[in-house]
């Protein structure tokens, strides 16, 4: 390999010695690029030298602010091949990418299941492994992923960021926001394969499948019992326990 100027060949060389000449006063780990250990002493120092010009916000890395300020432009360059959808980020392109060609390079060691994700891969491997690493601050309930935990905190702070455009109806999840939205439109997306009957929830279709296999996945523990809905086989418990949870305002009578 050949290179134009010196300086820029004895950095070459040492990715094959090993050499690493720069080394951090606060941490002792050390570089083979002067730029790399000036960029690392920010994670000790606090320094964000790159600031957007339009929100204030300050960066640590000059691409970093590169790729923020397209948040403001609307800028996309990265445009894929397949589709001409466009992206603000390489990285983000070369994962959508993998929605066309099938690839998942990632694979869990337990099961053999692949993802086109690294971090689908982390919140996957979770399920074998139990770990939960996310705690709710108010009740101490554990969750496996981040995005759950953030859900569950809304059960406390009451927040409902997701607001329906024809009703003005608040919900705490997206998924929710979009089920409601299909009762304005009339949108039924999920088909039964038996006899063509759609309907809003993918859930909804999974029930009434079970009228046509006739499964039952709900098993009652007193007398075996089974229910093709959950809910059916909560309320055959009560005839078992006595338990009549609605009670009436007007006379009081258990």
């Known amino acids: 390999k050949w290179f134009t100027l010196k300086g820029n060949l ?5 990715t094959h010695s090993g050499e690493k000449p720069y080394q951090c006063n606060s941490c002792d780990k050390r570089f ?3 730029g790399n250990l000036t960029v690392h002493e920010r ?21 970093d602010l590169r790729v923020h300020e397209r948040f403001h432009t609307g800028e996309k360059p990265h445009q894929c091949k ?40 982390q919140v996957h491997e979770r399920t074998h492994t139990g770990e939960k690493p996310y705690q709710c601050k108010t009740c101490d309930k554990w969750f496996a992923q981040k995005r759950n935990l953030q859900v569950h905190e809304r059960s406390h702070t009451g927040e409902k960021p997701y607001q329906c455009k024809t009703c003005d109806k608040w919900f705490s999840r997206k998924g929710n926001l979009t089920v409601h939205e299909r009762s304005h439109t009339g949108e039924k997306p999920f088909q039964c394969k038996t006899c063509d009957k759609w ?14 296999t006739g499964e039952k996945p709900y098993q009652c523990k007193t ?3 089974r229910f ?21 305002k007007t006379c009081d009578i258990d």
């Not at 994670?43 to 691409?63: D, I």
């Not at 086989?233 to 326990?241: C, D, I, N």
Request: charged share 35%; with cysteine; hydrophobic share 20%.
């Open 10 to 14: 004895r950095v070459h060389e040492r």
């Open 32 to 34: 083979a690029h002067k």
């Open 43 to 63: 994670s000790h120092t606090g320094e964000k030298p790159y600031q957007c010009k339009t929100c204030n916000k300050s960066f640590n890395l000059r691409r």
């Open 82 to 121: 397949n589709c001409d959808k466009c992206f603000t980020r390489k990285e983000i392109l070369k994962l959508h990418e993998r929605s066309h060609t099938g690839e998942k390079p990632y694979k869990c060691k337990t099961c053999d299941r692949r993802f086109a994700r690294n971090g689908n891969l």
């Open 199 to 212: 309907f809003a929830q993918k859930r909804d279709v999974q029930v009434h499948e079970r009228s046509h």
């Open 223 to 225: 007398c075996d019992k």
């Open 228 to 248: 093709a809905q959950k809910g059916n086989l909560t309320v055959h418990e009560r005839s078992h326990t006595g338990e009549k949870p609605f009670q009436c």
